[in-house]
């Protein structure tokens, strides 16, 4: 991973135990030119029941400040503290250009993605950037919430649903974005 034009990792794990040993950090964070970042599970793939796990401490995983050229950043199925996840995202480089939250399980958040939508206006200030980062959200059974994010806040988001009986996922339903 140090090895100059490393910028790419698009890594999927059965589940996320193997994140939390610190190697995966140790590792990373060699990649200091790493642009594109996709992390996921298959963890709960096709399961309709909350995930209910214990969350992956991210600040343990990610180490956001050694990719100041992180364009992307992706997480799918996992299990992640919303202060944590805010945490990450204040720090994320001004190089962001997306980022991709799919399938997410928020345990100790009662509020789980209305919490995060609420918080990430009033405390990610990203409306100083030239160019915003795109946020892309992907919560099976969840919809887009009018108004969910303040004016001046210079976020877009994309919501998923799950095509019923199928395997796959459709077009965005509905998209909400705050240009002002």
Same mark, same amino acid.
């Given at each position: 991973m140090k090895r100059p034009g490393f910028r790419r990792l698009h890594l999927s794990s059965g589940d996320w135990t193997g994140f939390q040993s610190g190697l995966f950090r140790r590792a990373i964070s060699l990649a200091d030119e790493l642009t594109y970042l996709h992390l996921s599970t298959t963890f709960n793939d096709g399961s309709h029941s909350s995930m209910r796990d214990p969350p992956l401490p991210l600040k343990e995983v990610l180490s956001i400040k050694e990719w100041p050229q992180l364009s992307h950043l992706?997480?799918?199925?996992?299990?992640?503290? #919303? !202060?944590?996840? @805010?945490?990450?995202? &204040?720090?994320?480089? !001004? /190089?962001?250009? +997306?980022? %991709?939250?799919?399938?997410?399980?928020?345990?100790? %958040?009662?509020?789980?993605?209305?919490?995060?939508?609420?918080? @990430?206006?009033?405390?990610? %200030? =990203? +409306? &100083?950037r030239d160019?915003?980062?795109?946020? #892309?959200? $992907? @919560?099976?059974?969840?919809?887009? =919430? +009018?108004?969910?994010?303040?004016?001046? !806040?210079?976020? !877009?988001? =994309?919501?998923?649903? &799950? /095509?019923? $009986?199928?395997?796959?996922?459709?077009?965005?339903?509905?998209?909400?974005? %705050?240009? +002002?």
């Open positions: 992706a997480l799918s199925r996992f299990s992640v503290d #919303t !202060s944590e996840l @805010m945490d990450i995202l &204040k720090l994320a480089p !001004s /190089s962001l250009r +997306s980022l %991709d939250l799919e399938f997410i399980e928020f345990p100790f %958040d009662e509020l789980g993605l209305t919490g995060l939508l609420e918080r @990430m206006p009033e405390e990610v %200030d =990203w +409306s &100083k160019l915003k980062p795109t946020v #892309t959200i $992907g @919560m099976e059974g969840h919809r887009v =919430w +009018s108004g969910r994010f303040r004016r001046g !806040s210079k976020l !877009s988001l =994309w919501v998923w649903r &799950k /095509s019923p $009986g199928w395997n796959r996922y459709t077009q965005p339903q509905r998209r909400v974005r %705050d240009e +002002s």
